[in-house]
């Protein structure tokens, strides 16, 4: 064991140390520090939401608390739907849906600003530009028909095409900058803080042209190969991600998307939604049915989309880690701050202050660990031992209880405390090297000082 914490301190820690000091990682990390406020605030829309605004939730909904069917005397199914209350409720939960696209549009601008301090070029243009773009590519579907809806409409490429007009319009606009031709003769008597603006006019339309016609080819392209695309999905895509190999792969490219500061489920919501999510749909069609012990694998799908919130349970075993074993004063202070928006799995603001986004100490156990879930998840559905997971549930709903809720038994819960126990001791080896490293740092800084004294 203590090869292999040197290991760790001497070697693995460096050289993830230099891919975590790239000034493009760097760009995305500031971003999210930027919107983390708005991430915070967007994620208790959703809390609030789930727990009390949805007429149909756990709280209204007579699946629930029964509280809707209580505050209009008793009512329930086409009744209830057919009082204002329900209306209401349901207009005010469909409004607190917008806070996702309000998150990226926050997200589109403030990264278009950060690269653009590498890039160079206007700020204010290059955010403006991207979020114009981003906006096109949402609502191209209302022009092309139906065919672009799978594309345009649909929640699988909004976080990848945030992102991708995010650096199109920083790269795009600095290079145009570099053509003083393109700038707009303004005459002298216009005040600078308008003419600034006005002269840029040529390269912000010349870019929104660009991201027009890439939504247009982008758009077409799909609607060409639409048949195609159905039948891979059908025959070759749904079937190999009902293996273990896929699951793990899905699990791993996942989390180390979000170790580098990306939304690891945003890039990989193609997989979920024409994977996972109708492996989930399925199982819930078919949740009146009874799974006798070992028949899981024959009469539902053990890969769902709320199969995966197990793997999702090591971010809180993390943070109990950290607050068990992490000698740092600072790191426990967060996690403590931290903890009540984990406990709804609000993991963003933590990954970052803490942190967890491009941290060399804590890359290995933030990989291993999902992966370790996943496979003792997958051998426990596959046994029998837990019920496959049939019913979906909102993501802010608390680990251990989405498990109970998900598989419509106790032992999802006790899933959700197995991978914990063993995340629990994944990390602890690394929080302990974590310690090593900041002693050794504060004894170099204690010699130094004597050196200098």
Known sequence: MEQFFDWVEHSFVPWAGRLSGNKYMVAIRDTFYRVIPFMIVLYGFRIIQWAALDPEGPVMGENGMG?????????????????AFYRLS????????????????????TLAIQLTKIWGGDKSLAAFCALGGFFMFLQMEADVGAGAAQVFGHPPLRVPSEFMFAVLSARILSWLDRFPQLRVRVPESVPERVAKPLERCIPAGLTLVLFLL??????????????????????????????????????????????????????????????????????????????APGDSLVRGFVFTSEFFRTANVHVLALAA?????????????????????????????????????????????????PLANTVVAWAAVSW??????????????????????????????????????????????????????????????????????
């Not at 917008?98 to 601008?109: A, D, P, R, V």
């Not at 749909?281 to 009874?290: D, G, M, R, Y």
Request: charged fraction near 10%; charge should be negative; hydrophobic fraction near 55%.
């Open 90 to 109: 349901k207009l005010f939960s469909e409004a607190m849906d917008t806070s996702y696209i309000l998150l990226l549009f926050f997200l589109t601008m």
């Open 67 to 83: 509280l809707g069917a209580a505050i209009t005397g008793g009512l329930y199914g086409e009744e209830y739907q057919a009082t």
């Open 214 to 291: 890439l939504c247009i080819v982008i758009t077409q392209l799909f609607v060409f190969f639409h048949g195609e695309i159905d039948y891979f999905v059908i025959t070759v895509f749904r079937p190999a991600s009902q293996t273990l190999l896929f699951a793990l792969l899905y699990q791993l490219a996942n989390w180390l998307l979000w170790w580098c500061g990306l939304f690891g489920e945003g890039f990989l919501e193609i997989v979920y939604d024409f994977a996972y999510w109708p492996a989930q749909l399925a199982n819930q069609a078919a949740a009146s049915a009874t799974f």
């Open 321 to 369: 880690s950290v607050l068990v074993f992490s000698a740092n004063r600072r790191l426990r202070g967060i996690t403590w701050f931290m903890l009540p928006l984990m406990a709804f799995n609000i993991s963003v603001p933590y990954f970052f202050c803490l942190p967890v986004v491009l941290n060399p100490a804590i890359l290995l156990p933030f990989l291993i660990a």
């Open 384 to 453: 029998g031992i837990v019920p496959v997971f049939q019913f979906a549930t909102a993501d802010t709903v608390p680990m251990i209880l989405s498990g109970v809720l998900g598989t419509g038994s106790l032992m999802g819960g006790v899933l959700h405390l197995v991978v914990f126990v063993l995340d629990l001791f994944i990390y602890a080896p690394f929080v302990i090297v974590a310690n090593r490293i900041d002693r050794a740092k504060e004894g170099k800084g204690a010699a130094s000082h004597e050196q200098v004294g």
